[in-house]
């Protein structure tokens, strides 16, 4: 995967994670968080396939009414600056 592809998905992540969000909320506000998690292959330094990594994105309602995206790669929180060198070092950029 290259490095604009990692982007282009993170971006989609966020859109399913807020249409699932919406589509759990939407005539009353359950509070219910709106989850996507997206699957990407890992590869070791041959470049042959060696498993996958789990990005989730998790879109809630804060107390202010606003909406918090949270990520998280294999179950691990991570900031969304931090998903890409992660991403890196678990093998799944193979440029």
Known sequence: MKT???L??????EQIALEHYQQLNDVVDYRLPGVCNHYFA?????????GEI???????????????YTFQINGKRIAYKE???KFNLLGGICD
């Open 42 to 50: 890992k590869y070791d330094l041959n470049g042959t396939r060696d």
């Open 4 to 6: 604009t592809d990692l």
């Open 8 to 13: 282009d998905s993170i971006k989609l992540s």
């Open 83 to 85: 998903i890409w060198t």
């Open 54 to 68: 789990c990005l989730t994105c998790k879109v809630s309602k804060t107390v202010k009414g606003q909406l918090r």
